[in-house]
């Protein structure tokens, strides 16, 4: 008989102090990333070999990398190390961003290179790892236009989100590094004001 029991035999040990902070970056990273996927998906497809699973994991990797903080267990992503897409396209050069009640503005100047088109387009990503949701412009923006203004979703304008930029080519085959724009805080109503 196999004994699948046995009151004698000794407890598992407690886990390692490395492999418990190796599952905390792992787990801040995917909380992080997961509202992000499908943009992931397309920003990291030159390193996923065509696979949207591997894109994900390159980007997985490079924050677990580069962009956790800290000792277990007071770890933390930094967002402004996190790379929601990946590549060698240039991009603008960012101005200004400014927020007003229910949009988000970004200026920047196109200056000349020999692997940027006026016909880039640029993407605009918000995110709230805290309440899951993560959005991107649907209006298309292109590199020319030195100016992006989105109005953005009523759940983002309630609380604080994250807020990054990049830009790919018209056929979406070169895509450039994400550039992060900022934290921004949730907008207090006027009469929360009071």
Known sequence: MEFFFDAHKPKKQKESYGKLASQQRMRLAMAFLNPLRPVINDGWSQYGNGKK???FGQALKKVIQEAVEGTYPDQMIVPEKVMISMGALPMP???DVVRSPG???VFFTN???PMARD???LVLVVISPELGIGAKSDQVWYRKD???EVELPVQFEAGSFHAYIYCHNKKQTSYSKSYYLGHFEAM???NDKL
């Open 53 to 55: 699973s591997k894109a």
């Open 93 to 95: 050069a960012i101005a």
């Open 103 to 105: 949009i988000l503005e």
């Open 111 to 113: 200056e000349p290179h």
């Open 119 to 121: 016909s880039d387009e």
């Open 146 to 148: 030195g100016h992006i």
């Open 188 to 190: 207090l109503d006027q």
